[in-house]
């Protein structure tokens, strides 16, 4: 069965960096793109970026767009999310979702990881 | 990347349907045939219930429906249960590899 496990959440300050990670497992990995959404009590679900199965494009929203990078590891079943220059605004659950392929939509979530920026 | 618009809630009995429904723009939802729709428990991770507007995935009950009308869609819920009584997000694809959520929608079940 597809699983995907999140790791890498904490306490940040404002201005400092933190990189997530989600272990996949269950499918092919390289076979679909990854993406990353967060979700914050105030705003519900963001979408934050997408890698495709390749790992040569990658694409952001605008909230995170220079600041964070998206990234994996087809070897080792992995995906990141850099996370450069944290504000307040990050704060929320960071969950990987795996690519519906042709369908441009997520199927799998993982259970998410928090990520808290204060000072 | 504006979220798509979703009443903060819904409520219907048991047995009852309800539908929900999810608007936005003609540069997402209206443009694109990409709409999905999860249901959301408090502390889980979200759960695909509907993608291209109106296809279920296995396992999803067919009480369970999507639709599309212009830059609106729906999510409806017929035969109301006690464990569908959840948070509702919408989700479309927005064009140059870009999605956004709606704000998400509380249904209860009386």
């Known amino acids: 069965q597809v699983q995907l496990v999140e790791s890498g959440g904490g306490v940040v300050q404002p201005g400092t960096s933190l990189r997530l990670s989600c272990a996949a497992s269950?499918?092919?990995?390289?076979?679909?793109?990854m993406h990353w959404v967060r979700q914050t009590p105030g705003k519900g679900l963001e979408w934050v970026a997408i890698?495709?199965?390749?790992?040569?494009?990658?694409y952001y929203a605008d909230s995170v767009k220079g600041r964070f990078s998206i990234s994996r590891d087809n070897s080792n079943n992995a995906v990141y999310l850099q996370m450069n220059s944290l504000r307040a605004e990050d704060t929320a659950v960071y969950y990987c979702?795996?690519?519906?392929?042709?369908?441009?939509?997520?199927?799998?979530w993982g259970q998410g990881t928090l990520v808290t920026v204060s000072s | 990347q504006s979220a798509l618009t979703q009443p903060r809630s819904v409520s219907g009995s048991p047995g009852q349907s309800v539908t929900i429904s999810c608007t936005g723009t003609?540069?997402?939802?209206?443009?694109?045939?990409?709409v999905s729709w999860y249901q959301q428990h408090p502390g889980k991770a979200p759960k695909f219930m509907i993608y291209?507007?109106?296809k279920r995935p296995s396992g999803v009950p067919d009480r369970f429906s999507g639709s599309k009308s212009g830059n609106t869609a729906s999510l409806t819920i017929s035969g109301l249960q006690a464990e569908d009584e959840a948070d509702y997000y919408c989700?479309?694809?927005?064009?140059?590899?870009?999605?956004?959520f709606g704000g998400g929608t509380k249904l209860t079940v009386l």
């Open positions: 979702a795996r690519d519906y392929t042709d369908h441009w939509t997520v199927d799998y």
């Open positions: 269950g499918f092919t990995f390289s076979s679909h793109s």
């Open positions: 890698i495709f199965s390749h790992g040569a494009n990658d």
């Open positions: 003609s540069s997402d939802v209206g443009g694109y045939n990409y």
């Open positions: 291209d507007v109106s």
């Open positions: 989700y479309s694809y927005a064009g140059s590899f870009t999605w956004v």
